[in-house]
């Protein structure tokens, strides 16, 4: 279990590019605590979190991040003081509110099939879990009884309910009904029969009420006392005084009713008991239903509906009639779409009147508090779940500023120097240090909407898994504008392709294409303006897109054209413009293009035949075919992984020079693919065994399918992470064996260029501005070394610079979610135990069997990117600087040069340390040469 304060370690005093934001996700269940101490909210979400949210503000109190592979389930809090989560391995965990710190934790069970958490009138918990009861002591977690309803048999769609000292419990026992009414104190349990067979579709139990809706389009209702429950039939139709053709009761409890949501979307609150049932409460359209609370002695339940795109109408119902106790019409940001959960909270006005919260979250996965007709605050956890990124250069600054702006950037740059000069000085007072660092914090220059010189001025675009688009600003990592487009919440797949990079038209924003694919055959396509957020057009297609080709081809706007390449592999060119397909015709017979196929074990290349149809629908559709195929057996290799390079990665130098003065070619295609695959039974660490797994690592030409290199690992298995830049491939590893993970290098060399000096690569048939052929044969030589690595990748990235003249540094996420920075030159597969001398010159290292990871090395620092997913690297300006952005359920931003900042100064340097000591210098030498001239002058007259 990996656990996480509420607060940035990422401190600002020493790491003046760092930035660490930390979410939670989309919560999924919530309880209030407002009875004493500090007012706060536990919330578990998605993501495995458990954390405590101060209800003033939102800010993170503390947090736990649980298992990836186990959701949590259930959410209580016991006994006033404890905040206990039920993960979906069987986990029961015990948090303590004030620091979240872990009391206790019991395993009930081991299946990871859902389960319902319950807190009993006793304090104890109830763990329901398809026809099993568990009842644990919320003390100290001990397990104080367990209840099989059904032996070797199990419940589905369960419902629980509790009414004096009995439990009742309700699901789905193959096709039928099954009811059953537990002992509370001892767990003895007793089956109960109908009156008739029933086959429903939706029930709940309430308060020891049986209430269901068969299929004839009743409510069927019965009081579970004694061993038979006599079930009352009343026609839907009659009961609402209007025919409905469909209806369903909601989950949502309410005590002694049950709530009901028809196909007009109209919802009905109905009351339940011994007499049967009766409609309480009509709420007229669709509404999201929060949770009931206890409210002087009876119960109230919010109901939350949509007036328009800008406003929400909160209702509260109480009382035994269920009539309306409260309204209000809350103004939201019709940016985060509809609500799909409501949590309520009742709480003591100033005038001690009653006043109720709801905590909403909406369908961008936000979360906001609101209060007394307003919102209170609002969360953006949808960052939580970043897919895809894409970077954006601001514009250039306009010329002609005012005169009051230049005397206040003035007085600031004085103000700043001044405060650095006392610091370095030690003669800076505690105030004086804390403007400082608010001063460095609230840089102006950091967060312009315009470029700098050295290019660390940009703008961050990620896509969410909720189809919400945010743009974060590297200065302070704000967020500059958000975009939620409905259509891309239903997709599954989601990405981020350039679409316009202006360079001509300076006038002009960059504009992203954000593509969703789902597996009903569809896609959705919308075009969006990197720098304001606005949405140019949006597309529904017809089709699912399985692939999209950005092709070096722009029209005259300088929009790129793209290939999307649908689940029958045809091609659909984009923009759909007469000028397109005249720029794609010229090119056509140089696209080529290979489709993965995981599951079959193959790779496919395709090129583009013929076009077969043209329309604004799906585009200009052509024909693909079939060239070549790499199909691997089943029974010995599966595709563990698939890497290839940067399409704008930059290259200083085809050439490589040894100690010996030898030049050595790279061999740069950007055709090849490397491919890792494994032995289908190792799909866990330490599972397969040692003699019977192995990894095979292959460099296949993209555009022939022809296989230039392979390898063998013996005692290797999965997971395989790899990065690939230039000519050398980089793969991470787990050998069974050695019970370690291994790292391994593979560098590809044309020695068709052998013979040849540095002009004839230059200006001959070799330079690496000529037009590259994967049809031409070249002779290849691969040199490879692996070496141990001490801790388990999550995943991998290198850097990039703005000419590729910087040393590479290979950016490991590791298992402890932090990102080190590993540099090249220790997987240089040239290194042996006794470099020669000419060897130590180049500056090859010694070789060791492990790969040395420093304390500096850790750009995270104390840091931790909780679920790391994914490194990006950006090049800067300078050619000696980065920028690096990690993303997991935390945002965490950096700066690092991998040979160092030689091209710039540092950002706290002190210009006024350095003109001040020009000055003393200046006034030293003047003085030293009137004192010398006294002295010689004195020197003659004697």
Known sequence: ????????????????????????????????????????????????????????????????????????????????????????????????????????????????????????????????????????????????????????????????????????????????????????????????????????????????????????????????????????????????????????????????????????????????????????????????????????????????????????????????????????????????????????NAYIKTDRSRGFRVLIVGQDHSLALLQQGKVVWSREEALASVVDTLTAELPLEKAGVSVAEVEHDLYEWLKGHVLRLKSTLMLATAEEQTALQALRLNNADKTKMTRDHNGFRKLIVVLTSSGKLFALHTGNGGIVWSRFIPELSTKGSLKLYPWRIPHKHVDENPVALVLGSSHDGTGFAAWVDMLTGSVQETLALPYSVKLALALPLVDSSERRLHLLIDDQNKAHLYPTSDESLSLFEKYMQNVYFYIADKGAGQIEGYNIKSQIDSGEEGGLVFLSQKIWSVLFPKDSETIAAITT??????????????????????????????????????????????????????????????????????????????????????????????????????????????????????????NASVPFSSFSPRNLEVKGQSYFFPSTVRTMSVTFTARGITGKQILVGTIGNQVIALDKRFLDPRRSADPTPMEREEGVIPLSEGLPVFPQSYLTHAARVEELRGIISVPARLESTCLVFAYGIDLFFTRTAPSRTYDSLTEDFSYALLLITIVVLVVAIAVSMVLSQRKELREKWK
């Open 1 to 344: 279990m990996l656990s996480s304060k509420g607060w940035d370690p990422c401190l600002e005093t020493s790491f003046l590019h760092c930035r660490h934001q930390e979410y939670i996700g989309k919560v999924t269940h919530a309880v209030f605590q407002t009875a004493s101490g500090k007012k706060r909210v536990i919330v578990a979400t998605e993501k495995s979190v458990v954390a405590s949210l101060n209800l003033r503000s939102g800010e993170i109190f503390w947090r736990q991040v649980l298992e990836e592979s186990e959701p949590i389930d259930g959410l209580q809090v016991a006994l006033g003081k404890y905040a206990v989560s039920l993960s979906r391995g069987g986990s029961l965990r015990s948090f303590h509110l004030p620091d979240g710190s872990l009391i206790w934790e019991t395993s009930l069970y081991t299946s990871p099939s859902p389960a319902q958490l319950f807190l009993l009138p006793s304090d104890d918990l109830l763990v329901l879990k398809q026809g099993i009861v568990y009842v644990v002591s919320s003390a100290d977690g001990r397990l104080l009884w367990t209840a099989d309803l059904l032996d070797e048999s199990r419940l589905a769609q369960t419902s629980l309910s509790f009414e004096g000292k009995n439990i009742y419990v309700a699901g789905f026992s193959g096709s039928s009904i099954a009811l059953f009414r537990i002992d509370a104190s001892t767990g003895a349990f007793t089956t109960l029969k109908t009156t008739e067979p029933l086959n429903p579709s939706s029930f709940v139990l309430s308060s020891g009420v049986f209430a269901a809706l068969d299929t004839q389009g009743d409510i069927v209702t019965g009081l579970m006392e004694g061993e038979v429950v006599e079930l009352q039939k009343t026609s839907l139709a009659t009961l609402l005084d209007s025919p409905v053709s469909s209806a369903q009761l909601l989950p949502d409890k309410i005590p002694g009713g049950c709530v009901l949501s028809t196909d007009g979307g109209s919802i009905f609150v109905l009351g339940l008991d011994k007499k049967g049932v009766e409609v309480l409460q009509q709420i007229q359209g669709p509404a999201v239903v929060s949770n009931s609370i206890v409210l002087d002695g009876t119960f109230a339940q919010s109901f939350l509906q949509r007036v328009n795109s800008k406003e929400i109408r909160v209702r509260v119902l109480s009382g035994k009639e269920w009539i309306e106790t409260a309204e209000e019409t809350v103004e939201v940001d019709p940016n985060k779409g509809g609500v799909q959960k409501v949590f309520m």
């Open 645 to 766: 390079r940067r399409a704008d990665e930059m290259v200083h130098t085809q050439a490589k020079v040894l100690g010996n003065r030898d030049v050595w070619y790279k061999y740069l295609n950007k055709n090849m693919v490397f491919v890792a695959t494994v032995t289908p039974q190792d799909s866990r660490v330490g599972a397969a065994n040692p003699e019977e797994t192995w990894l095979v690592a292959y460099l296949i030409d993209s555009v022939t399918g022809q296989i230039l290199h392979r390898v063998s690992h013996a005692h290797a298995q999965g997971p395989v992470h790899a990065v690939f830049s230039e000519n050398w491939v980089v793969y991470c590893y787990f050998n069974v064996r050695n019970h370690r993970h291994e790292m391994s290098v593979l560098e590809v060399y044309d020695k068709s260029a052998d013979g040849k000096d540095v002009l004839q690569l230059m200006l001959g048939r070799y």
